[in-house]
T-cell receptor, first 110, second 114 residues
Framework: DQQVKQNSPSLSVQEGRISILNCDYT??????FLWYKKYPAEGPTFLIS???IKDKNEDGRFTVFLNKSAKHLSLHIVPSQPGDSAVYFC?????????WGAGTKLIIKP | EAGVTQFPSHSVIEKGQTVTLRCDPI?????LYWYRRVMGKEIKFLLH????????ESGMPNNRFLAERTGGTYSTLKVQPAELEDSGVYFC????????????FGPGTRLLVL
């Protein structure tokens, strides 16, 4: 039973436009959500996070939105740049254990 | 500051053989985690060390997997005997505190069991 779901395996976005990556979760006990970015042959690197007491967190071009009633979070990247092409993982935490989604491959087209 | 390192980067073995993966966490990080990603699916938690003690090994698939962290520094994950379904990428991560949700990941070890 997958508690964190990323339903889009891939997403293609024009350079300069907004990229929106989505994530759904089922466990209402999750209290912290993170987005990680992964390049080929590298481990995931932390990108941005949000606590369950907030509904938005912004860091430069990256904004994460949390809708607790819908158990949904999204990552917005504006404007999208070629270096943003990577696999993005959504992860949720209830304590120290991270529960991960399957990832969404983002492709930024020139 | 050196990041999390893992060795080897790749390993190809035959079913029934033994493989040992090594992880060196960031210096000073008491918390060390092992994860596995199989066939492009989600990354799954395997276990968590606090120093040399296993805090949570609920994600370990079966008793063919043995993790150790002698002295609370580097960790090893041994698979014996390896099965085909053990193929995947094994990631190690570390963090200074169990309450620090930001875990720092190594590049992973790609294991292929033939």
């Amino acid at each position: 039973d997958q508690q964190v779901k990323q339903n889009s395996p891939s997403l293609s976005v024009q350079e300069g436009r907004i990229s929106i990556l989505n994530c759904d979760y089922t466990n209402s006990m999750f209290d912290y959500f993170l987005w990680y970015k992964k390049y080929p042959a590298e481990g995931p690197t932390f990108l941005i996070s949000i606590s369950s007491i907030k509904d938005k967190n912004e860091d430069g071009r990256f904004t994460v939105f949390l809708n607790k009633s819908a158990k949904h979070l999204s990552l917005h990247i504006v404007p999208s740049q070629p270096g943003d092409s990577a696999v993005y993982f959504c992860a949720a935490s209830a304590g120290y254990q991270l529960i991960w989604g399957a990832g969404t491959k983002l492709i930024i087209k020139p | 500051e050196a990041g999390v390192t893992q060795f080897p980067s790749h390993s190809v073995i035959e079913k029934g053989q033994t493989v040992t993966l090594r992880c060196d966490p960031i210096s000073g990080h008491d918390n060390l985690y092992w994860y596995r990603r199989v066939m492009g699916k989600e990354i799954k938690f395997l276990l968590h060390f606090v120093k040399e003690s296993k805090q949570d090994e609920s994600g370990m698939p079966n008793n063919r997997f043995l993790a150790e962290r002698t002295g609370g520094t580097y960790s090893t994950l041994k698979v014996q005997p390896a099965e085909l379904e053990d193929s995947g990428v094994y990631f190690c991560a570390s963090s200074p505190s169990p309450y620090d949700e930001t875990q720092y990941f190594g590049p992973g070890t790609r294991l292929l069991v033939l």
